[in-house]
């Protein structure tokens, strides 16, 4: 069965700060995509990324990076130089390519931003 | 274009009360889900659709039902809440493929006393 797990429940870190939030996954399919997604406080869920289980490339958009690496089953999401405004909860999803496009999340990281 | 969209945004119910929530999606997306988030667990499944007419259990469904009757609506009912159900829900859509992102809606509020 599929999981995502994000052992970091909270995590604060002044601002200008570089932080890394963890997600590691267990799948049984070879064929998967990896997701994260923001929930400001505000509420709604906000898409960052995709990642298929086929590229291993690194991705970075702006100040956000994200690292993919299957010999540890993990899918690392980075901030450099943080900001208040990426004070939200984060989470890590996983969709099989025989689950029914059905989305499994993690429990999600809560990360504070301090001015 | 206004997305997902869900109604309504607050909703208190008393044990034994049942409610509808409506989920409507204006992207042609042929799938649309139910999630529950609770604190601590993340967002669990609850029911999901791969198309019009058709449903599917997710991972709690005990206690909800739902009808995709119009391929752009989602229907979640509570027939009798309890006070376990409450929770914020989130519905979502996609294209079809599991390497779509999912689209949320901006959720509903919901307490059961």
């Known amino acids: 069965a599929q999981k995502v797990t994000q052992a970091q429940t909270e995590i604060s870190v002044v601002e200008k700060e570089d932080v890394t939030l963890d997600c590691v996954y267990e799948?049984?399919?070879?064929?998967?995509?990896l997701f994260w997604y923001k929930q400001p406080p505000s509420g709604e869920l906000v898409f960052l990324i995709r990642r298929n289980s086929f590229d291993e490339q690194n991705e970075i958009s702006g100040r956000y990076s994200w690292n993919f690496q299957k010999s540890t089953s993990s899918f690392n999401f980075t901030i450099t130089a943080s900001q208040v405004v990426d004070s939200a909860v984060y989470f890590c999803?996983?969709?099989?390519?025989?689950?029914?496009?059905?989305?499994?999340f993690g429990t999600g990281t809560r990360l504070t931003i301090i001015p | 274009n206004a997305g997902v969209t869900q109604t309504p945004k607050f909703r208190v119910l008393k044990t034994g009360q049942s409610m509808t929530l409506l989920c409507a999606q204006d992207m042609n997306h042929e799938y649309m889900y139910w999630y529950r988030q609770d604190p601590g667990m993340g967002l669990r499944l609850i029911h999901y659709?791969?198309?019009?007419?058709?449903?599917a259990k997710g991972e709690v469904p005990d206690g909800y039902n739902v009808s995709r009757l119009k391929k752009q609506n989602f229907l979640l009912g509570l027939e009798s809440a309890a006070p376990s159900q409450t929770s914020v829900y989130f519905c979502a859509s996609s294209f079809v493929g599991y390497d779509y992102e999912q689209y949320f809606g901006p959720g509903t509020r919901l307490t059961v006393t």
């Open positions: 799948t049984r399919d070879t064929t998967y995509y």
């Open positions: 659709s791969v198309g019009e007419g058709t449903t």
């Open positions: 999803a996983l969709s099989e390519a025989f689950g029914n496009e059905k989305l499994t």
